[in-house]
């Protein structure tokens, strides 16, 4: 039997009807045609599937759609603003950290999460807080370097503004 | 992969939730965070055609401290929750760091404590520290509650004292004695996502900075069915000042209690070295904490 559940994802509320075996993964990719965040394993194992919940990043194929009905979502369509890639993106752009792409998503979300809670990390930090998601393309350091470098952009703009 | 079908309940509270457990019983599945129970259905392992919820019902993913004589945890608290807790970092110590060795950082977020021990898996991270920490789950029914003690809980791989009809509503814990220290040691091929190849948990008690262990437990995970307490190990610390050399004895008589299995993950005589290493560690860390105990 179907369920109406109400979440909001990127900022925008949605309303829809679903049945209780959909994950929220499906929910996003199918229902809301957010394809940004990955399918990969489906067990929790690779981290493609990252999304944030309540500020928390989650694995989106082991969360049913039910079980985020009045949570509040979000996936790397709702990080850029006004057409501005986001500071962690941009820095993924320009440190080389994106061979395939698969990876980059869920490794971005992650990384806002770490960001948001602990703007200045260590590495053992980043690579803790990464340490769920898997990258068969880069060999994770320009990954890290790209997140240590986000996270000086990030400083520096809430210094002076 | 994709879940079979179920229908779906999501009680707003205990009583509902215990209710509709008696009601549904065999054929339903409680629904905590998932990473267990989710994987188990898409791997067509579980079929439950009901699955019941636990997120919404108010009260279980609370910690709550005792003032000064101990905490109470909720069942439906996560291991994110947990390894970040101040309280349990400074007096739980050995469960706090379990906890944030538990899978990565996205499984934290929705892992449970009461899911981890429900389990019961012989490598989960939870059971030893629990069992270390003399921890007691409190078990709810419509028709009543029971508690049971962490080291009684475990019965085989997969099996635990829980009737269908119950649900682990908390996890309850003394605080320790003064001078007591404790330490977590887990050992996989890899940092984080890895299923031990053997875990060890440990508290020491020393009568005072510089005198003899007065008490003393170890709890060994991955190393038999179900993970064990080493209380043979545990004796032979007790009444005596601790040296390396006795750590050393300890971890012989560990070994001695273990039936560990050869899979991908070791084979049975690394696993028995790597015991004797990893308790003898783990008694060390402990007991340097204990002697830095502040009140
Ligand atoms: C990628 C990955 C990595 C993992 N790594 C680890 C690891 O390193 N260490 C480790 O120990 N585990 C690991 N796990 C296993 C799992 O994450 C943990 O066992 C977790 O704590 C289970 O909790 P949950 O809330 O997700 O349980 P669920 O999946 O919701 O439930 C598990 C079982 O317990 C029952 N249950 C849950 N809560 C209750 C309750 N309160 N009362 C009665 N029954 C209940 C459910 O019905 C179900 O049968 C991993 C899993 C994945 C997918
Ligand atoms: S798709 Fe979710 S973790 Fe791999
Ligand atoms: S860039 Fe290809 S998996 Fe990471």
């Known amino acids: 039997m179907k369920t109406i559940i109400q979440m909001t994802v990127n900022g925008e509320l949605v309303e829809s009807a679903v049945e209780p075996n959909r994950t929220l993964l499906q929910f996003l990719r199918e229902d809301l045609d957010l394809t940004g965040t990955k ?56 440190k080389g950290a994106i061979q395939c792409g698969f990876c980059t998503p869920g490794m971005i979300l992650s990384a806002k999460a770490l960001l948001d809670e602990n703007p200045k990390p260590s590495e053992l930090e980043i690579r803790t807080a990464i340490s769920g998601n898997l990258c068969r393309c880069t060999g994770y350091q320009k990954i890290v370097e790209a997140v240590q470098e986000a996270a000086t952009v990030i400083d520096g703009t809430e210094v002076s503004s | 992969m994709l879940l079979p079908k179920f229908e779906y309940h999501e009680p707003s509270t205990l009583q509902d939730a215990l209710n509709l457990l008696s009601e549904l019983g065999g054929n339903a599945k409680v629904l905590a965070g998932g990473t267990d129970l989710l994987v188990r259905m898409k791997q067509k392992i579980d079929r439950p055609s009901h699955v019941i919820s636990i997120a919404r019902v108010p009260g279980l993913d609370a910690i709550i401290p005792r003032n000064g004589h101990g905490v109470t945890i909720g069942g439906a608290v996560s291991a994110g929750a947990i390894s970040r807790h101040e309280l349990l970092n400074d007096r739980f110590l050995p469960l706090a760091l379990a906890a944030g060795r538990l899978g990565a950082p996205m499984i934290r977020n929705r892992a449970t404590i009461g899911g981890n021990l ?9 059971p030893p520290p629990c069992m270390v920490l003399n921890a007691e789950f409190k078990l709810k029914s419509a028709s009543g509650e029971r508690e049971v003690a962490a080291v009684e809980f475990f019965r085989g791989p997969g099996e635990a004292d829980i009737e269908p009809n119950e649900l682990l509503v908390s996890i309850n814990v003394e605080t320790p ?73 300890a971890g012989m ?7 560990p ?24 860390q402990a007991v340097e904490r204990a002697k830095s105990w502040k009140p």
């Open chain 1, 39 to 94: 399918h990969g394993c489906g067990l929790g194992d690779c981290g493609a599937c990252t999304v944030i919940l309540d500020g928390k990043p989650v694995n989106s194929c082991l969360v049913l759609a039910v079980q985020a009905h009045g949570r509040e979502v979000l996936t790397i369509e709702g990080l850029a603003e006004n057409g501005n890639l986001h500071p962690i993106q941009q820095a993924f752009v320009d």
């Open chain 2, 118 to 126: 429900v389990n019961a898996r012989p490598a989960a991270d939870l």
């Open chain 2, 177 to 249: 004695m003064p001078w007591t220290g404790g330490s977590y040691i887990k050992l996989g091929a890899r940092k984080t996502l890895e299923i031990s190849m053997v875990n060890v948990a440990a508290l020491i008690t020393l009568q005072s900075p510089d005198g003899v262990i007065t008490d003393a437990r170890i709890a060994l995970g991955a190393v038999a069915p179900t993970p064990v307490r080493a209380y043979a190990a545990e004796e032979l610390l007790i009444g005596e000042k601790p040296t390396d050399e006795l750590f050393e004895r």
């Open chain 2, 253 to 259: 008589t560990g070994v001695g209690l273990c039936s």
């Open chain 2, 261 to 284: 299995i050869t899979d991908h993950r070791g084979t049975m005589e690394y696993r028995c070295m790597m015991i004797e290493v990893l308790v003898k560690r783990s008694l060390k």
